[in-house]
Every structure is written in C-alpha cells, then in structure tokens.
C-alpha cells in the first residue's frame, strides 16, 4: 500500500499526474515531444508497437486495429467502435 501511496512522488512531468485535467495532460506531453518523436509515435507498421520515449518515462504501447470486437491486448488500450458509433441512432 505504501507504494501506490508514493506513486505521486516518481511524477515528474506534469502529463503524468492523474490529478490534473485531461486536455492539460495531453498538451503537456505533446509539447514536451520532438518533431521526430511525433512522427515515430505516429507511423508504425501494423502491429508493431512505436517506440518508448525513454527521456519522458513513456514506455512503448501497442496498437493493431480499430477492434471491431472491442478485444484489448497487454499495454493495449481497444474501443469497440461499432458498439459506440450504433448507440449513437436512435
């Protein structure tokens, strides 16, 4: 228990602070990326997963498809779009 209690004091960046609002969260990272970082987070083969972005603790996740199935895999995070885009009609 006394990790996850200290887990605020390994943040060092903003972006990781569960705290803070979502939209702080996503600008603080994104400005803390190169032009190279952006493009290597951004143009991976499928099923390969980018490159960590070690001088920020951020460690390589997985990507493979829209997931259709709603399925997740390990460091994976899937929505199930049909589900989402039918609860949208009435």
Known sequence: MCAF?????????????PKLPWDRRVNDLVGRLTLEEMVNQSIVAYGYSPP?????????????????????GKNATAFPQSIN??????
């Open 52 to 72: 960590s972005v070690e001088r920020l603790n951020v460690p390589p996740y997985l990507f493979q498809s829209e997931c259709l199935r709603g399925c997740v």
């Open 5 to 17: 209690a200290s887990l605020d004091s390994y943040s060092k960046f903003p972006f990781q602070d």
């Open 85 to 90: 885009l039918a609860s949208t009609f009435r």
